[in-house]
């Protein structure tokens, strides 16, 4: 029976990966409001070493549309510039001597549907991968040697996990869509 409840307990803990890995893509799908995590790929050097923006740099929204980004040492106002023009996220920074200033322009009625289908698709793998686990949970439950009453008790305990994380997945989806949708 522990080895059981192990199962289970691996099948749960796989499927909570699941939702934070989700979670973490659908933080890259901007929804027209300026976010800091919109500069993470943005690194430079800094003192020899390539350096994530955030750790060399206070990065604020002060307003919907806007990133205001201060770096702890104004001489490298400059490289944080070039920086965030070479990675290409399609910004147009300014700099006014003191910070970087970086316009978040609104997103246009095709765009917000083409990121909604993006979301979708990260919303479906993550439903395969909760449902990857399910399958597996129920190999190793079939391998065991107990009675087939039994199997089908924990089976139905796996199957009623999948449908909690599949509910938790749709309803992570409605909230990204309106998120994106909403103007």
């Known amino acids: 029976m522990e080895e059981l409840e192990f199962i289970i307990e691996a099948c749960e803990e796989s499927m909570i990966n699941s939702i934070k890995h989700l979670e973490k893509e659908l933080l ?7 976010n800091p995590s919109m ?3 943005v690194k430079l050097d800094y003192y ?3 350096t994530p923006l955030s750790q ?33 996220l399609g910004f147009n920074p300014m700099n006014n001597g003191e ?6 322009p609104p997103l246009t009625e095709e765009r917000r549907k083409e990121l909604v289908k993006i979301a979708k698709s990260e919303i479906e793998h993550a439903k ?12 190793e ?7 087939t009453d039994q199997k089908l008790i924990y089976e139905q305990d796996v199957q009623n996990l999948t449908d909690k994380y599949i509910s938790k997945i749709d309803s992570i989806f ?5 998120e994106i949708l909403s103007v």
């Open 99 to 104: 910070s970087i200033i970086i316009n978040i």
């Open 39 to 41: 500069l993470s790929s």
């Open 141 to 147: 439950i079939k391998k065991i040697e107990i009675s």
């Open 174 to 178: 409605i909230s990204k869509e309106k």
């Open 56 to 88: 060399i740099s206070n990065i604020n929204t002060p307003d919907a549309q806007t990133l205001l980004i201060q770096p702890w040492e104004k001489d490298k106002l400059q490289d944080i510039e070039k920086a965030i023009m070479l990675a290409n």
């Open 128 to 139: 395969i991968s909760v449902r990857n686990a399910r399958k597996d949970a129920n190999n």
């Open 28 to 34: 890259n799908i901007r929804a027209g409001k300026a």
């Open 48 to 50: 020899g070493a390539t």
